[in-house]
């Protein structure tokens, strides 16, 4: 019996081999439970990585810096104006302060016996002011100007002294027919005219005067605080 099963066998895959029929493969179970082909002997199966959605990096918020506002810009201080008369033309833009004038912003002081305030369209910012009679100008870094007429333009921060103008700070003097003093930029130009030419003196300080220690009683500078202004004496 054996004998005859091993020659049924034999014959079977000698059959198999005359008809080119290929042998069955053998499937290997998957983890997902489905069967899958064997790979062939010597051959290293191919793998390939399922895809992987690209990272997506939250948003960033946008943060805008603060704006930065100069409290000490003399724009954003309020021009107080002290006189005996005041006449105002609405639709004009226009105030007229008479008689002993005195116009205050910040540490600067304005003096004349006439002076012209010319506001902006809503009538709540000083644009320009013309003064003549008297005139005399005291800036914050104490500088005293005199002149028969000046123009003061707010935006600019500029100061025109008309007609023998004469401005002088301790002993220095200078004088010509127009003085323009910028103020935001501690600079000034002086125009002479047909009559009368530029003219400057200039007084050395004294050596011992310049060297002098400061008294720290009488220093008033908070430590780690800069002073942006100096009260000069009206």
């Known amino acids: 019996m054996i004998r005859l099963a ?13 008809t080119g029929a290929e042998p069955a493969r053998s499937t290997t179970p998957a983890a997902n439970g489905k069967p899958t082909a064997a ?5 290293t199966p191919l793998r390939v ?6 990272a997506v990096k939250p948003a960033e918020p946008d943060v805008k810096a603060p704006e930065k506002s100069d409290k000490n810009d003399e724009r954003n201080q309020p021009v107080t104006v002290d006189a ?3 006449e105002r033309f609405g639709k004009e833009g226009l105030a007229i302060f008479t008689g002993n004038v005195v116009a205050r912003q910040a540490n600067s002081v304005q003096y004349a016996d006439r002076m012209e305030v010319y ?13 003549t009679g008297n005139v005399r100008i005291i800036t914050k870094d104490c500088r005293t ?3 028969r007429r000046a123009e003061y333009y707010d935006i600019e921060q500029r ?19 127009t003085i323009t003093i910028y103020l935001s930029q501690d600079r000034s130009v002086v125009q002479g ?22 008294d720290p009683k009488k220093d008033t500078t908070t430590p780690g605080k800069t002073t942006t202004a100096t009260a000069c004496a009206n």
């Open 6 to 18: 091993l020659a049924a066998a034999v014959a079977l895959s000698l059959v198999a081999c005359e």
């Open 39 to 43: 790979a062939a002997p010597g051959v």
């Open 49 to 54: 990585a399922a895809p992987t959605a690209p």
């Open 84 to 86: 005996d008369k005041l």
């Open 119 to 131: 506001l902006d369209e809503k009538g709540d910012r000083v644009l320009r002011t013309v003064s």
């Open 145 to 147: 100007g005199t002149a």
């Open 159 to 177: 100061v025109v002294l008309l007609g023998g103008a004469r401005v002088w700070q301790d002993d220095n003097v200078v004088s010509g027919e």
């Open 193 to 214: 005219g047909t009559q009368e030419r530029v003219k400057a003196v200039f007084f050395p300080k004294e050596q011992s005067q310049a060297q002098a220690p400061k």
